[in-house]
């Protein structure tokens, strides 16, 4: 994995708990 994948992960997640949504829900 890169580090700007990596990153976009923790991002997507940190949104999932914003919203209260799963990071595969975001991800699509």
Do not use: D, F, N, W
């Amino acid at each position: 994995a890169t580090i700007q994948g990596l990153a976009s992960m923790k991002s997507a997640e940190q949104v999932a708990k914003l919203r209260g949504k799963s990071v595969e829900e975001i991800l699509g």
